[in-house]
């Protein structure tokens, strides 16, 4: 089965409790998700955990739940 998903997500930076929505670059589900915001590449990491997606750029920490599943398909 194949999934298909938003090209966009929500991010939210822990440090200001801002959220953004982002442009999803590369996404592997419960691996990684690299999103951009405004031309900022961040790559997050799946955090089995807490079942979020966790990263840090610049000296801020990131989170996201990741893009909605849109549908699957054979």
């Given at each position: 089965?194949?999934?298909?998903?938003?090209?966009?997500c929500?991010?939210?930076?822990?440090?200001?409790?801002?959220?953004?929505?982002?442009?999803?670059?590369?996404?592997?589900?419960?691996?990684?998700?690299q999103?951009?915001?405004?031309?900022?590449?961040?790559?997050?990491?799946?955090?089995?955990?807490?079942?979020?997606?966790v990263?840090?750029?610049?000296?801020?920490?990131?989170?996201s739940?990741?893009?909605?599943?849109?549908?699957?398909y054979?």
């Open positions: 089965m194949n999934e298909t998903y938003a090209k966009e929500i991010v939210e930076c822990i440090d200001n409790g801002k959220q953004v929505e982002a442009e999803v670059g590369r996404f592997e589900p419960l691996e990684s998700l999103v951009y915001m405004n031309t900022v590449k961040v790559n997050l990491k799946y955090n089995s955990k807490q079942s979020i997606y990263g840090t750029q610049f000296g801020m920490d990131f989170v739940e990741g893009p909605k599943l849109l549908g699957t054979r």
